[in-house]
C-alpha cells in the first residue's frame, strides 16, 4: 500500500450517481455503476491514489443522490477550499437532465424530484452554477453525463414518459451556453457526455460507454510515455477520440463536449504515481482493461457495495452518504 506521500492529498470528489429515483419510471441504475467505477479507480492506490476517506470524497447515490445533499455536497467542497488552498475538485453527475423549451432553463433531476412540479423540485442550472462559482479551487472539473438512451432507463416506457409526458421538458445535454456559464473563472473545466439531443450511451449493464472511457484516461489511455500524472487535456483528448468510437459501433453518434477554455492542470496520479515507461499505455493496455473489468465484476457481484480492487476483503459501502 502507498505511504500517504504518494496519495493525491490535494484531491477532492463529490460523485453523484441518481440511480434509483424517488419517481420509478426515471430511475438509472447504471448510473450508480457509473459512480461506483469511478470511485473504486479514485481510491485505488496503484491508480488516481485518491485518499480514501470521507475528508476527500463524497459518494451520493440512490436515495442520497438529493437536491438537498448535492447542495450540501457543493458547500462541503467550498469548505475544503478555504482550508486547503492547492484544492483540486472533481464533481461528476450521472442522471437524467433537460430543458424547459418555453423558458429554456436546464435541470438535473435527482433522485427526490417531483415530476408534477418539476421545475420547483428539481435542481436547475442556475443553482448548481451559483454553488459552483462559491467554490473559490483554482483547479476544479465537473462532468455531467446526463442525457440517457433508453437502455439506461428501466424500460422504453420511461423514455417516452420523459420525452412525451411532461410538455415542454425535453431531455437534452447542457448546452454550449451552459457549459460556458459552469466554466467561467480560472481553472474551471466542463466535460458533458454528449452533445445537443445526442444520447448518452451504454457499454453494457456495467457502465456507460463515456464512463467506460473515462475510466481507461484515469489509467493514462490519453497519456504519453514518461508521464507521471493524469491531465485535464489527457482524458479530453482520450474521450474525444474513443467515446465517438465506440458509439458508432452501434450505428449511433455521441461526441463529447468540452469546454477548453480553462488552464490545463492535473486530476490525478497515473498509475500512483509510478506512471509510464517509454512503451507507455500500449504496454499497460490490457492490465488497465482487465481492472475496468474486475471493478465491474466487483459492482455487479455485490450490489450497492463497492468493494476496493486492491483488498479484496475490504467493503467500500458506495451508497453512503459521507458527511
Not at 23 to 42: E, G, H, N, R
Not at 187 to 208: N, P
Not at 301 to 319: L, M, R, S, V, W
Request: aromatic share 8%.
Amino acid at each position: 500500500m502507498s505511504n500517504n506521500f504518494n496519495k493525491f492529498n490535494h484531491g477532492y470528489a463529490l460523485l453523484i450517481g441518481v440511480g434509483e429515483s424517488a419517481y420509478k419510471p426515471w430511475s438509472l441504475p447504471v448510473t450508480v455503476k457509473d459512480t461506483q467505477a469511478i470511485y473504486a479507480a479514485l481510491i485505488d492506490s496503484e491508480l488516481c491514489a485518491y485518499p480514501d476517506d470521507k475528508e476527500h470524497i463524497r459518494v451520493l447515490n440512490n436515495q442520497d443522490a438529493t437536491k438537498a445533499n448535492i447542495l450540501d455536497g457543493l458547500n462541503w467542497l467550498k469548505e475544503k477550499t478555504i482550508t486547503d488552498s492547492e484544492a483540486t475538485i472533481f464533481i461528476y453527475y450521472s442522471g437524467h437532465g433537460g430543458v424547459n423549451e418555453k423558458t429554456n432553463n436546464y435541470y438535473l433531476l435527482q433522485h427526490d424530484v417531483n415530476p408534477m412540479k418539476l421545475e420547483k423540485s428539481a435542481l436547475s442550472a442556475e443553482t448548481f452554477t451559483q454553488a459552483l462559482r462559491e467554490i473559490e479551487a483554482q483547479r476544479l472539473l465537473v462532468v455531467i453525463d446526463s442525457c440517457h438512451a433508453a437502455g439506461m432507463a428501466t424500460s422504453k416506457q420511461a423514455d417516452l414518459e420523459l420525452d412525451q409526458e411532461f410538455g415542454d421538458f425535453v431531455r437534452r445535454a447542457p448546452s454550449k451556453g451552459l457549459i460556458d456559464e459552469l466554466a467561467r473563472g480560472k481553472g474551471r473545466v466542463v466535460f458533458t457526455s454528449s452533445r445537443g439531443e445526442q444520447k448518452s450511451w451504454i457499454k453494457d449493464e456495467s457502465s456507460s460507454i463515456y464512463t467506460y472511457h473515462f475510466l481507461e484516461a484515469l489509467q493514462g489511455a490519453g497519456n504519453k510515455p514518461g508521464d507521471t500524472e493524469v491531465r485535464i487535456s489527457n482524458i479530453m483528448n482520450h474521450l474525444g477520440k474513443a467515446v465517438p468510437e465506440s458509439a458508432k459501433k452501434i450505428n449511433q453518434e455521441q461526441i463529447p463536449q468540452n469546454d477548453t477554455s480553462g488552464e490545463d492542470f492535473v486530476i490525478a496520479k497515473l498509475r500512483g504515481g509510478k506512471g509510464f515507461s517509454d512503451k507507455g499505455w500500449d504496454e499497460v493496455k490490457s492490465e488497465a482493461i482487465q481492472k475496468i473489468n474486475k471493478i465491474a465484476d466487483v459492482i455487479n457481484q455485490h450490489g450497492k457495495f463497492i468493494t476496493n480492487i486492491n483488498e479484496a476483503q475490504g467493503i467500500h459501502i458506495g451508497d453512503v452518504y459521507h458527511k
